[in-house]
């Protein structure tokens, strides 16, 4: 082994990597938001009691789960500006596909446990006069969201690791600011190695979070 | 905007060839992952504190990055680093076994746990050492719980085997970007892949659920 490690050459491109971060973390910000958000959309219309609300989210979430999520940014990239005319750029593909997918993943996670939440709640709530969509917002939701908290926080984590695949496409976030700078000073070992510890030092405190929320919630059940 | 899938349909062979590349390292991924990953959950297991510690490291570390920071490191630093001639084969396979080690070793490691410690002491007490115990008593007891979960896992990873066509390996992702560029058809090619790589991943998780049922029924609880 011969190498000697050099940081210092990814610390005088620090600006350039720092563009990149924080690409990083818009993209994570909006596809996170629009993916849990709508994941719940999509997760109460597959629980729905109506066909026409839980096969369109049923066919969704078996479309958008069973594809690799690369398949999903490319095609959103090169073939769905053909399709529907709207030009995507880097940034709306990537979006796109994130999202889509974690919507489709979501879902069913709100689904699962929007089922755990005992018939009797149900009932509850009808008793006492609440339509079907009191009784969901006010007392089914608020239970289930709580119990599935650690399944969504990981799908959280998978949507920070995803984030890298925008990079394909071309969208400026941090493997491709990475790749610029191992190009240009031929330091690929420091480069990746420093996005490699990035994502570690950011997501790691995060898992061992999950550990201890769901330690918590297994208490309080 | 015509649909026209005769252009994609003369060069169907191309992306067979993409398909069965794919298949590939998803299988020798599972070849190596696997064992690398009951090794790794033995590992976390044992009550030696190094080696404990080292495995959970490793486990959490290919957890916490992203697979495609994993594969370039693999592709474009490793041959720097150790003198070997790094193919996007080999950097692939070696990428996704131990990225998916990483998961199976928590699969293992929720699995033998899960089985009663009794077990554990029964075979002790009957004179079996740790070795033994271990394969003839829990392993196929974890073993069983654990199928659903391991199965999950395995689509996982043929999902994230698209990313070897970043580094050139010809999988399917790959042929069908060649395929897009050479018919300029990109609606048409990448639609056709996406719905190839559906029916793929439909059947094994059909499959999945399918075996996770057939285990609830006998009595087997699921673990995660």
């Known amino acids: 082994m011969g190498h000697t490690w050099d940081f210092a050459t990814i610390l005088q491109n620090w600006p350039v990597l720092w563009v990149g971060i924080k690409g990083t973390v818009f993209i994570f910000v909006i596809t996170v938001v629009l993916g849990l958000g709508g994941g719940l959309v999509v997760g109460v219309a597959r629980y729905a009691k109506s066909p026409f609300l839980s096969w369109p989210a049923r066919a969704f979430v078996e479309v958008f789960r069973n594809t690799p999520v690369l398949v999903q940014i490319i095609w959103f990239f090169y073939a769905f500006p053909i399709l529907t005319g709207i030009e995507t750029d880097p940034f709306l593909?990537?979006?796109?596909?994130?999202?889509?997918?974690?919507?489709?993943?979501?879902?069913?996670?709100?689904?699962?446990?929007?089922?755990?939440?005992?018939?009797?709640?149900?009932?509850?709530?009808?008793?006492?006069?609440?339509?079907?969509?009191?009784?969901?917002?006010?007392?089914i939701l608020p239970v289930a969201v709580k119990r599935v908290l650690p399944a969504l926080t990981n799908r959280g984590i998978e949507v920070f690791k995803m984030s890298t695949l925008a990079s394909v496409v071309g969208y400026v976030e941090t493997l491709n600011q990475a790749k610029l700078i191992a190009d240009l000073n031929y330091n690929p070992i420091e480069s990746y190695t420093a996005v490699a510890l990035i994502f570690f030092v950011v997501l790691f405190p995060v898992v061992q979070g999950t550990y201890v929320l769901e330690r918590m919630l297994r208490k309080g059940d | 905007m015509e649909w026209n899938f005769?252009?994609?349909?003369?060069?169907?062979?191309?992306?067979?060839?993409?398909?069965?590349?794919?298949?590939?390292?998803t299988g020798l991924a599972l070849l190596f992952g696997v064992p690398l990953g009951l090794v790794l959950a033995l590992s976390r297991l044992s009550t030696i504190r190094v080696l404990s510690g080292v495995a959970g490291f490793i486990v959490e570390f290919f957890r916490t990055t992203p697979p495609l920071v994993q594969l370039f490191w693999f592709f474009f630093?490793?041959?720097?680093?150790?003198?070997?001639?790094?193919?996007?084969l080999i950097a692939a396979v070696v990428t996704f076994s131990i990225q998916s080690s990483a998961f199976f070793a928590e699969i293992f490691r929720g699995g033998i746990l899960s089985i009663d410690k009794g077990q554990w002491e029964g075979a002790k007490a009957i004179g079996m050492t740790y070795g033994q115990s271990l394969r003839r008593i829990i392993l196929p007891q974890a073993v069983k719980r654990m199928i659903?979960?391991?199965?999950?896992?395995?689509?996982?990873?043929l999902k994230t085997t698209t990313l070897v066509s970043t580094v050139a390996y010809t999988d399917l992702m790959f042929q069908a970007n060649e395929l897009a560029q050479k018919t300029f058809r990109p609606l048409e090619v990448y639609t056709v892949v996406a719905v190839i790589y559906f029916v793929l991943i439909f059947v094994f998780s059909q499959a999945s659920i399918w075996a996770e049922h057939r285990l609830a029924k006998s009595g087997e609880g699921t673990v995660r």
């Open chain 1, 93 to 139: 593909a990537a979006v796109l596909g994130i999202s889509l997918n974690t919507m489709a993943f979501s879902a069913e996670i709100y689904r699962a446990g929007i089922q755990s939440i005992d018939r009797g709640q149900w009932e509850a709530g009808k008793a006492i006069g609440m339509t079907y969509n009191q009784t969901l917002r006010r007392i």
């Open chain 2, 6 to 25: 005769l252009a994609v349909l003369r060069d169907f062979d191309l992306l067979i060839l993409g398909l069965l590349n794919t298949l590939k390292v």
């Open chain 2, 77 to 88: 630093a490793l041959p720097i680093l150790v003198d070997v001639r790094m193919t996007p």
């Open chain 2, 148 to 157: 659903p979960a391991f199965m999950e896992r395995s689509i996982e990873l």
